[in-house]
């Protein structure tokens, strides 16, 4: 299990709607909302300071 970077849900990765490469690792996400938050703004979810405040998949 993998831990999404921007909800923090844990994110099977056979089964994660998305994945991103970003600075020689891959991440992988439980939506593409959480996805494209991560594109926008990688530093700020890999430094692990982003409060996980919205709602990606129904506010797990």
């Known amino acids: ?3 999404d970077p921007v909800c923090k849900m844990k994110v099977e990765p056979d089964k994660a709607a998305a994945k ?4 020689g690792q891959i991440y992988y996400f439980c939506s593409e909302i959480c996805h494209k938050s991560f594109v926008a703004e990688p530093e700020k979810y890999i430094s692990g300071g982003a409060p996980a405040d919205h709602a990606c998949c129904g506010g797990h």
């Open 1 to 3: 299990m993998m831990i």
């Open 20 to 23: 991103e490469e970003h600075a």
